[in-house]
């Protein structure tokens, strides 16, 4: 807006004093205010880089205010100074010079150059002057004109900073998995896809960061996502350094694996050939045979070859080292159900003798239906093969016989 302040009396000398210190003071915190600017990390970033996309509108639309406030600056500026300088030169200003420091300091003193005349306001034959502004009047365009630029400057600044801080580590979790994958020989594709996701988003990052800002701040997902492929890598890794660094006590803990395994196997194929002698239809279990094919992986895996790398023998380890764990529970496993028929029988018979001794203990010693009902359990319980269904059934009937007595000595 334009304030002419037409027709009004020439300061008195005091005011143009006054009026020029408060100028003075003024100029000094535009001029700090727009360097402090261009030397924000964000401004830094806009000025020295090359853009694409909504980014780079934006850097062009910060370099066009930016030109723009540092031209009315520099005209506002002139206008104090020439004040100054005429106010320096009549330490005791008459009419005259009172009144062209009135027209300076009160007065559209700002003349803005032609070339920022709208063009409605252009003829063919004729361009007018340029646009008079009262210095107030030019502080008043500055302001919204840099709040403008500095608000574009922090959001982009808050998006770009956040992109490039977490794009840092990111890069950092790579070369850690370059290095790892290096150091170990071999070939991981699923690094290779990682690099190839990372090297396209940090493009955009560096190009067009606010191609990756979501509600007014930065969008980290599709970074996020390849760290944490990245460090899944990472790890995979580290775990055949580990193989490397102990590969042959850990061949070594396979084996020992394998020879109870081995073991165990000998021990299932012993209890089966005892329960089939002594147990009748004993529904067992498949006998467990995996130590043979397990040995022979053990023996396929040798250091690393041409082509190949610690990283590719990790996985074939612990592949190999959960398979032979697996494998011992299972036979284990398989030795406790096979070996509990005959724990079952050693139990029917410890308490067919435990019921002999109560029917003892309550004068039914001599009690011949008894003995007949004991002998027929004893028969089926000491018979190979034994019949546990069978016997369980007789069992029962002579602990109830038993059972019975006891009530009826009591009565």
Not at 253 to 281: C, F
Not at 378 to 401: F, G
């Amino acid at each position: 807006m334009s304030d002419a302040r037409v027709g009004r009396p020439p300061m008195s000398r005091d005011e143009v004093d006054r009026t020029l210190a408060r100028l003075r003071d003024e100029r000094d915190r535009i001029s700090t205010a727009l360097l402090e600017l261009e030397a924000h990390h964000g401004y830094q970033l806009l000025e020295g880089a090359a853009l694409d996309g909504e980014t780079r509108r934006v850097q062009a639309d910060v370099r066009t205010g930016m030109a723009s406030l540092w031209r009315l600056f520099d005209l506002y500026g002139s206008v104090v100074s020439a004040a100054e300088d005429l106010r320096a030169r009549n330490p005791r200003p008459g009419q005259a010079q009172l009144t062209e420091l009135t027209r300076l300091l009160a007065g559209p003193s700002v003349e803005l150059p032609v070339t920022e005349v709208p063009l409605g306001r252009r003829t063919l034959l004729s361009v007018p002057s340029g646009e008079r502004l009262t210095l107030r009047a030019a502080v008043e365009r500055m302001t919204p004109l840099y709040e403008e630029v500095a608000q574009a400057v922090a959001s982009l600044d808050a998006v770009w900073s956040a992109l490039l801080s977490r794009l840092a580590e990111v890069e950092a979790e790579r070369r850690a998995a370059d290095e790892l994958l290096e150091s170990l020989g071999g070939t991981e594709p699923e690094l290779d896809r990682l690099r190839a996701d990372l090297d396209a988003v940090a493009a955009v990052v560096r190009a067009d960061p606010l191609a990756l800002a979501a509600g007014g701040g930065a969008d980290t997902g599709r970074l996020d996502a390849i760290h944490a492929g990245l460090a899944e890598v990472r790890r995979g890794l580290e775990q055949a350094e580990r193989v490397r660094d102990g590969f042959t006590g850990r061949l070594r803990a396979i084996a020992a694996v394998l020879d109870r395994l081995r073991e165990e196997e000998a021990e299932a194929r012993r209890v089966r050939d005892e329960v089939l002698a002594k147990i009748a239809s004993p529904g067992l279990p498949d006998l467990p045979g995996a130590s043979a094919s397990l040995a022979d992986r053990l023996a396929a895996l040798g250091r690393p070859g041409h082509g190949t790398g610690w990283n590719d023998l990790a996985a074939r380890v612990e592949e190999l080292e959960r398979a032979a764990d697996d494998a011992l529970a299972q036979a284990r496993e398989t030795v406790g159900l096979v070996r509990g028929l005959l724990d079952r029988r050693a139990e029917l018979r410890g308490r067919l003798e435990a019921y002999r001794v109560k029917a003892a203990r309550l004068g039914h010693a001599e009690d011949a239906g008894l003995a007949r009902i004991h002998d027929r359990v004893r028969e089926l319980l000491w018979t190979s093969p034994c019949d546990l269904r069978r016997a369980t059934v007789a069992l029962s009937e002579y602990q109830r016989a038993v059972n019975a007595r006891s009530k009826g000595a009591k009565r």
